[in-house]
């Protein structure tokens, strides 16, 4: 039976060394979050970094635009807050009004401040091996697997979806790590063949959003199963691998919700203060 791997307390061990970074810097790092129009998941996301924020001794600045603000409005806006000192990290919440392209105006961030780690700035010294600000979803699953004490240095490692957010970047840093990699996305189950590379992995990441993708009988003995993915159905949140079976096969399994989800905002907190640290060069 799978072991399981929490977030949680992976999270509250970094929360504990970014308290401890906070306290060494000269002034407490300023987070600006900009919230346009009204929604509820944008809403809950914001009172849960505020709180986070709180907690840690971040000071959290919440600016709030209208439903109608034009694009431009908030890259103006944008590189308003890019242009203040005391500002170290930038945030957009989404969802944002249909008006809106992230990927357009996420650009807009100074890669300094890009504390989700979505410039191209930052994205291409992933390539590189130098990126000191990472995305916070692969940088969440990073922390995952180093807590189960996995060398990835030859494993088999397979990641289902190939997202900007997720599989791309990730996949870049399990390179790193000198893992074989393989990425399948929804051209890989057209062909048919996601079965067959789901069961080499010694290490599955899966990050697609369709509930129960993942056949828990495909999963390899002895595996290493990170299960990204957030779906509701019914009533309940659950991931896309069939977390049972996959548990009667598993080494370590992450829960949904439980496992990568309350690592991610933990991640954005240590991307800020990384970024106070670049922008005070200490
Ligand atoms: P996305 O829609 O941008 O990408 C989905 C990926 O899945 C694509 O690569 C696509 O090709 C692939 N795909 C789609 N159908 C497939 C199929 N049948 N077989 C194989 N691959 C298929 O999604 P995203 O933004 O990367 O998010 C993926 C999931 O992860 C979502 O459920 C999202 O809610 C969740 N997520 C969780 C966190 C977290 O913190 N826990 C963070 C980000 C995303």
Not at 73 to 98: C, D, H, R, S, Y
Not at 172 to 191: N, R
Not at 225 to 250: C, L, P, T
């Amino acid at each position: 039976m799978a072991k399981l791997l929490e977030g949680k307390p992976i999270a509250e061990k970094i929360k504990a060394e970014i308290v401890q970074e906070i306290k060494s810097l000269q002034q407490a790092p300023v987070l600006a979050s900009i919230q346009v129009g009204e929604n509820i998941g944008a809403a809950s996301y914001v009172k849960s970094q505020a709180k986070l924020a709180e907690s840690l001794g971040v000071v959290y600045q919440l600016h709030k635009l209208s439903q109608e603000t034009s694009e431009n409005a908030l890259i103006a806006f944008i590189q308003k807050l890019n242009t203040e000192k005391k500002v170290n990290g930038i945030i957009v919440q989404m969802p944002l009004p249909a008006q809106i392209d992230y990927k357009k105006i996420s650009q807009f961030i100074s890669p300094e401040k890009d504390i989700e780690g979505m410039h191209p700035a930052n994205m291409g010294k992933i390539v590189f091996g130098k990126a000191k600000i990472l995305p916070c979803t692969p940088a969440a699953v990073m922390e995952l697997l180093n807590s189960t004490g996995i060398e990835l240095y030859g494993k088999e490692v397979v990641v289902v979806g190939h997202s900007e957010i997720v599989g791309k970047p990730l996949s870049l840093l399990l390179l790193d790590k000198f893992a074989t990699v393989t990425v399948c996305h929804i051209g890989t189950s057209k062909a048919g063949k996601l079965e067959e590379h789901v069961k080499k992995a010694e290490v599955l990441i899966v990050a697609v959003g369709k509930a129960g993708l993942i056949k828990g009988e495909w999963i390899k003995e002895g595996a290493i199963v990170i299960d990204v993915g957030i779906n509701r159905v019914g009533d309940k949140i659950v991931g896309d691998v069939e977390f049972q079976e996959a548990s009667k096969r598993a080494s370590w399994i992450t829960p949904v919700p439980g496992g990568v989800g309350p690592l991610t905002v933990t991640m954005l907190m240590r991307n800020l203060v990384e970024a106070t640290k670049i922008q005070t060069q200490c």
